[in-house]
């Protein structure tokens, strides 16, 4: 299903929660190793589109606004660099 995600009954494409509390609590879930930086922001979604409970699964996105967690001025300065947006620091 080549650039058609998501799709219907599948668990592909790019996910987006309606709440950064939410974000952080599907983090907590994931239970992932402690890698440092995380980032989290706001995104615009487009394409095929599909809307859940708690946000979105899309086929295309791009930040808006990122909020880095444990982050270092390296970090940010990349992110800008590479997305032309906004970047905060939660340190």
């Known amino acids: 299903m080549r ?3 998501p799709a219907a ?3 592909c494409g790019i996910y987006a929660v309606r709440t950064r509390e939410l974000a952080e609590r599907l983090l907590a879930d994931l239970r992932l ?3 440092r930086p995380v980032v989290v922001g706001r995104v615009s979604l487009w394409g095929r589109v599909f809307e859940n409970t708690h946000g979105w699964r899309a086929q295309f996105a791009y930040p808006y606004e990122l909020l880095v967690l444990g982050g270092d001025d390296g970090t940010m300065r990349e992110l800008r660099d590479a997305y032309a947006v906004d970047v905060l620091s939660l340190s």
């Open 33 to 35: 190793p402690a890698p």
């Open 3 to 5: 650039g058609s995600a």
């Open 9 to 11: 009954g599948h668990r």
